[in-house]
Nanobody, 117 residues
Framework: VQLQASGGGFMQARGSLRLSCKAPRMITSVFNGKSLGWYRQAPGKQRELVAGITYGGSVNYADSVQGRFTIRRDSSRKTVYLQMNSLKPEDTAVYYC?????????WGRGTLVTVSS
């Protein structure tokens, strides 16, 4: 697994968190050529794509997070961030980063985000 997600935690509704997805062992040129995404899986639900960013910098968001979440990439740090604002209890989930489209062998442990009402 070359992508490592971190930054989750416990937050009250309307709060903010920033998740990081690092690729420390990936060659920079390889990282720069990959489209990457943040996914999440809530209890009892299927995993879904939350936000994606292409190697060219184009972004897309799930309707449920549009206007609240922002994805960006920092090539110098080989990191993709997910800034999550105005959190809601329904954002509670394990968040994963993976390629876009995802690779079966690239799902890491994810990072848990819990939002209380």
């Amino acid at each position: 697994v070359q992508l490592q997600a971190s930054g989750g935690g416990f937050m009250q509704a309307r709060g903010s968190l920033r998740l990081s997805c690092k690729a420390p062992r990936m060659i920079t040129s390889v990282f720069n050529g990959k489209s990457l995404g943040w996914y999440r899986q809530a209890p009892g639900k299927q995993r879904e794509l939350v936000a994606g960013i292409t190697y060219g910098g184009s972004v897309n968001y799930a309707d449920s997070v549009q206007g609240r979440f922002t994805i960006r990439r920092d090539s110098s740090r080989k990191t993709v961030y997910l800034q999550m604002n105005s959190l809601k209890p329904e954002d509670t989930a394990v968040y994963y980063c993976n390629e876009l489209p995802p690779r079966d062998d690239s799902w890491g442990r994810g990072t848990l985000v819990t939002v209380s009402s």
